[in-house]
């Protein structure tokens, strides 16, 4: 397949033998690479985005250096991993998101993997029979995965300085997902009540600063690995382009036309009136 080593082009990684290292590294560069987005959502109407083909997908990214959410994020990366030798399983933790379920290749050890995830979750978490394992995120934030009653079944919590930031997700391993069970969920995401259509959403890792990169509506927050943090409001949207282009490194992001469709829905109020961009070429 030739899209194999287009993608691995894409994320700078060569390719070798499926092994737990060499998921670890593919997870990190992707990371690095494709952003969490929904800008692309907002600007390209249609749930055959979501779903596209992986040729489309690197294709959009050149083109746009869009990303994706959650579905479109761990898709793609489950395609490549399944070319690569990897056996990939989708999860459906908390009934609305999807991650993956990895097997280590050495040993059949079962790993939660999400690159399509806000979190800055950047290496495989290991899942384990009968016991909670804790695994250090970034910056003082964790993930707790919680082994159930009944085998298989786990309960995914975030923390960060061991206060718990998110609602639990509870999965299980044994529940083998196909993509059209994801149908529902991806419809309901371009409901005009639903959070990504009415926000705009950015996050990025940057691997050479070590550092998480986060844009939600006007609020620009960088986290570095040392635990600092500096928070911002941008208050203009020439400010907020800009930060797309030098901060996020993202300058062919479509931004003006997802930010038109969020102030013509009165999503997004600047204090000073403005016209429309009039698209993206």
């Known amino acids: ?34 952003p969490f987005e929904n800008v692309g959502k907002l ?18 990214h050149r083109r746009y250096h869009t990303g994706g959410t959650c579905i479109t994020l761990n898709l793609q990366f489950s395609r490549l991993l399944d ?21 280590a290749p050495e040993s059949g050890q079962p790993f939660y993997v999400d690159v399509g995830t806000p979190v800055p979750l950047l290496t ?48 299980s391993i044994d529940h083998r997902y196909q993509l059209h069970d994801f149908q529902d969920l991806i419809h309901r995401s371009y409901e005009p009540s639903a959070p990504y259509m009415q926000q705009l959403r950015c996050e990025k890792w940057c691997a050479r600063k070590r550092r998480m990169l986060s844009l939600k509506n006007k609020e620009l927050t960088i986290r570095t690995h040392t635990g600092g943090k500096i928070k911002r409001e941008l208050k203009t949207r020439a400010e907020l382009l800009e930060a797309l282009v030098s901060t996020f490194s993202l300058p062919k992001l479509p931004a003006e036309t997802a930010l038109d469709k969020l102030e013509e829905n ?16």
């Open 1 to 34: 397949m030739d899209w194999v080593q287009d993608y691995l082009q894409v994320l700078g990684t060569p390719h070798k033998k499926a092994s737990t290292p060499y998921l670890k590294n593919l997870m990190n560069a992707h990371r690095h690479v494709f």
């Open 43 to 60: 600007t390209f109407n249609g749930e055959a985005f979501v779903t596209a083909d992986v040729e489309s997908f690197l294709w959009r």
């Open 83 to 103: 070319a690569l030798g990897f056996q990939v399983f989708f999860l459906k933790p908390g009934g609305d998101h999807m991650a993956l379920l990895v097997r």
């Open 124 to 171: 495989p978490l290991p899942l384990s029979k009968h016991k909670q394992t804790r695994v250090p995120l970034f910056a003082g934030e964790k993930v707790i995965l919680m082994a159930g009653e009944k085998e298989g079944e786990y309960t995914y919590i975030r923390t960060i300085a061991d206060r718990i930031v998110d609602r639990k997700w509870g999965f």
């Open 266 to 281: 009165g999503h997004l109020p600047w204090k000073e009136a403005r016209s429309l961009s009039g698209g993206f070429q």
